[in-house]
């Protein structure tokens, strides 16, 4: 059964930064796209960033650009957010996706349980 | 504001069918495969229907999917009511050169 389990999420003050983490198992990881999503408080869902599997292509939500970056270690089946410069906006559940295909597409197949960020001073 | 349009409730008794529709534009919908996800209280979002129509393994046959121009719609019929939760639909967007989200639909079972 595939596994995603995100870990680095918590409490920081605005402007801060954080990185999270989200192991993958139980599936070939190079061969898939991974996105980041998450849901703010009563909120939706927002995607925030993805990349393919070769971590050759990026792409991000325009909420976030400049701010997180998103990478992956095939070799340690790792997929990471960098996130800096964080405001209170940032606060949601994230959530690491698998994608079914290669390259981002949107049909994520399965999910992680969710890591919390609380931006807040 | 989302990309995709969700009306935000549904509601139906057991038993019934009920449709849940997703609207977007040329950018996304009507280029790109459309997926639906549903969504527990507090519980991660699972994939119900790919690529417009496609259930994964495990899914019940009483959803099913469809995609007509710049819109997709999900079907589920027979209503249980386990089948109370938040379902939101999701599209590559190549304008935004990202995925987008519906604002989802909280459906009751009454």
């Known amino acids: 059964e595939v596994q995603l389990v995100e870990s680095g999420g918590g409490l920081v003050q605005p402007g801060g930064s954080l990185r999270l983490s989200c192991a993958a198992s139980?599936?070939?990881?190079?061969?898939?796209?991974m996105s980041w999503v998450r849901q703010a408080p009563g909120k939706g869902l927002e995607w925030v960033s993805g990349i393919s599997g070769s971590g050759g292509t990026t792409d991000y939500a325009d909420s976030v650009k400049g701010r997180f970056t998103i990478s992956r270690d095939n070799s340690e089946n790792t997929l990471y957010l960098q996130m800096n410069n964080l405001r209170a906006e940032d606060t949601a559940v994230y959530y690491c996706?698998?994608?079914?295909?290669?390259?981002?597409?949107?049909?994520?197949?399965?999910w992680g349980q969710g890591t919390l960020v609380t931006v807040s001073s | 504001q989302s990309v995709l349009t969700q009306a935000p409730s549904a509601s139906g008794t057991p038993g019934q069918r009920v449709t849940i529709s997703c609207s977007g534009s040329s950018s996304n919908i009507g280029s790109y495969s459309v997926n639906w996800f549903h969504q527990l209280p507090g519980t991660a979002p699972k994939l119900l229907i790919y690529?417009?129509?496609q259930r994964p393994s495990g899914v019940p046959d009483r959803f099913s999917g469809s995609k007509s121009g710049t819109s997709a719609s999900l079907a589920i019929s027979g209503l249980q009511s386990e089948d109370e939760a938040d379902y939101y639909c999701?599209?590559?967007?190549?304008?935004?050169?990202?995925?987008?989200f519906g604002g989802g639909t909280m459906l009751t079972v009454l």
């Open positions: 996706a698998k994608d079914g295909q290669w390259l981002v597409q949107g049909g994520l197949d399965y």
């Open positions: 999701a599209a590559w967007d190549d304008s935004l050169n990202g995925v987008v």
């Open positions: 139980e599936f070939t990881f190079k061969l898939y796209a």
């Open positions: 690529s417009n129509n």
